[in-house]
């Protein structure tokens, strides 16, 4: 047992070896403050207590960062490369290990976190990969009058603030790059589930990172131990994926020492169901935008925009389906619904379902938070929802369909980009040329045509408006840690 949680033997002894201090300056060392204790949302059980940051400990890590910035970003691309395939290799020797661990301290399904490995793995094989493709350009001005070089050069050091939905893949996101981009970074993962993110960095320094290149903190203050390390003008990139309000206050503070900043903010997704779009493949597709992780992901479909002719059929099918979900704790292998995050989240979702059936909506299923331990909410789908209730506006995070309706082409478009969010939406529909109109129609960083899961490794993953900036992955990620440099060589 752990603080009253029975656990298998085989979970005990992996939460042992986790790391339970700050990594700075190739060092596992102590914070100042008090422990942070991070705990199972299925359980409510403490799983573990580890160190947490000050504001010295932030400098620190800053410091080593600096140190280690000019060597590392002259360390040959090949070297960077395969350090980061080790590291991939590493990851796929103790998938079971991560999985768990992820399940444990977030609650997702093991095979959702299963995924999540594979998932959060690629960005190590396809940036080791991008690491030997960086590259300028080299040739004559159009007036002869001398020769242009164009270079890529690593930004420097960089500040990587991740969440705690997906622990590893938005870990492995901002670190994969980075490192391949010759640049060093100071992490600091979400208080909620920080031990993912130290285990990885164990894997790091086991894959052969050099000291200073990659350091951890983990804090329960994290606006004033972030303040100073962004003032800092040592530091040349600030990643952060989170709300859109946290979003907001960093870009300003990034502003006054004009950082490169890349931002995966909030969304609100929207998924349109046409006419004569392929049912069954529409509920499939609802059932990973909305239901997977819980719904606690910015990809989330958020609102349920279903032509009128169909909405009741969808919803029908819909909630067939959501009756067969398994809750329960994600390490058993039978459950495929896991908790909420914290207590406050199901809150959340008692408040916004209540308002949506206050403004007229029908409940077709669900709508309940669960009895006994654990940060658990029924899976939930509602009809007639209004313009006028709250789920329509903010991001649900949680397991809850909306369903509105619309007539024409042109009204669903409009409800679609009739909100401040823009990172991706979800279209179905079997006429091509309607798909294609709505990927340029629809005001989304990202689009699922006739599907409900997007991301890869291999693609760039951003949003337009308030949901961000910059991208993450694909040929576009690199570019976020280097800086162009522009030299002219006259002719002679």
């Known amino acids: 047992m ?8 085989t979970e005990v002894e992996l939460l042992a070896r986790v790391p339970d201090q700050l990594y700075i300056d190739g060092r596992w060392v102590n914070g100042t403050g008090e422990l942070i204790v991070v705990t199972d949302p299925a359980t409510g059980q403490v799983l573990k207590r580890i160190q947490n940051a000050s504001v010295a400990d932030g400098a620190r890590a800053l410091d080593a960062a600096a140190r280690a910035a000019s060597s590392w970003s002259a360390t040959p691309a090949r070297v960077r490369a395969e350090i980061l395939r080790r590291a991939f290799d590493l990851l796929q020797e103790r998938r079971d290990d991560f999985a768990t661990l992820m399940t444990l301290e977030m609650g997702k399904p093991i095979a959702e976190a299963n995924s999540e490995v594979s998932y959060g793995g690629e960005f190590l ?30 930004v420097g050091p960089c500040y990587l603030i ?26 600091k993962p979400a208080e909620l589930t920080p031990l993912t993110t130290l285990l990885f960095v164990q894997l790091l320094t086991d894959a052969g990172v050099p000291t ?3 350091n951890v903190i983990t804090t329960t203050q994290s606006q004033a131990v972030s303040a100073p390390i962004i003032a800092d003008p040592r ?23 004009v950082l490169r900043t890349s931002m995966e903010l909030g969304g609100n997704a929207p998924f349109v169901v046409f006419a004569d779009a392929d049912l069954e493949k529409a509920v499939t597709g609802a059932m990973l935008a909305k239901f997977r992780n819980t719904g606690q992901a910015c990809t989330a479909a958020n609102r349920f925009i279903v032509h009128a002719s169909v909405a009741e059929e969808f919803g029908r099918r819909l909630t067939a389906r959501v009756s067969e ?39 077709l299923t669900g709508g309940t938070r669960s009895e006994g331990p654990g940060s658990f909410y029924a899976p939930t789908v509602l009809a007639n929802v209004s313009a006028d209730s709250r789920m329509v506006r903010e991001e649900i995070f ?11 082409d042109e009204e669903a478009i409009k409800m679609a980009n009739d909100t401040e969010y823009g990172l991706i939406g979800y279209v179905f529909t079997t006429d091509i040329v309607r798909g294609h109109r709505m990927i340029d129609s629809i005001d989304t960083g990202m689009m699922g045509l006739n599907t409900g899961l997007v991301s890869n490794a291999a693609a760039p993953f951003g949003g337009v408006k308030q949901s961000g900036l910059g991208r993450e992955g694909g040929l576009e990620g690199i570019h976020e840690y280097l800086s162009t440099k522009y030299t002219l060589i006259p002719a002679s």
């Not at 704790?329 to 979702?349: E, Q, S, Y």
């Not at 949680?398 to 024409?408: H, K, Q, S």
């Open 325 to 363: 979900l398994v809750q329960g704790p994600g390490i058993d292998p039978t459950v495929n619904f896991g908790p909420l995050v914290t207590d406050a989240a199901v809150d959340n979702m008692e408040s916004l379902v209540q308002d949506a059936l206050t403004h007229g909506a029908t409940l």
């Open 235 to 257: 530091l040349r990139k600030l990643s952060f994926t989170g709300s859109t309000v946290v979003g907001r206050a960093l870009i300003a503070q990034a502003a006054q020492n």
């Open 125 to 154: 094989r396809w940036f080791s990969e991008e690491a030997v493709r960086i590259s300028g350009r080299y040739g004559a001005t159009p007036e002869g009058t001398g020769t242009m070089v164009v270079t890529q050069r690593p």
């Open 162 to 187: 991740t969440p705690w939905n997906f622990p590893l893949a938005m870990a492995t996101r901002k670190i994969a790059p980075a490192l391949a981009a010759g640049c060093t970074v100071v992490v």
């Open 2 to 9: 752990i603080d009253g949680a029975v656990l298998r033997s």
């Open 212 to 214: 200073g290149v990659v």
């Open 398 to 408: 949680g397991p809850i369909v909306g369903i509105r309706t619309f007539e024409t």
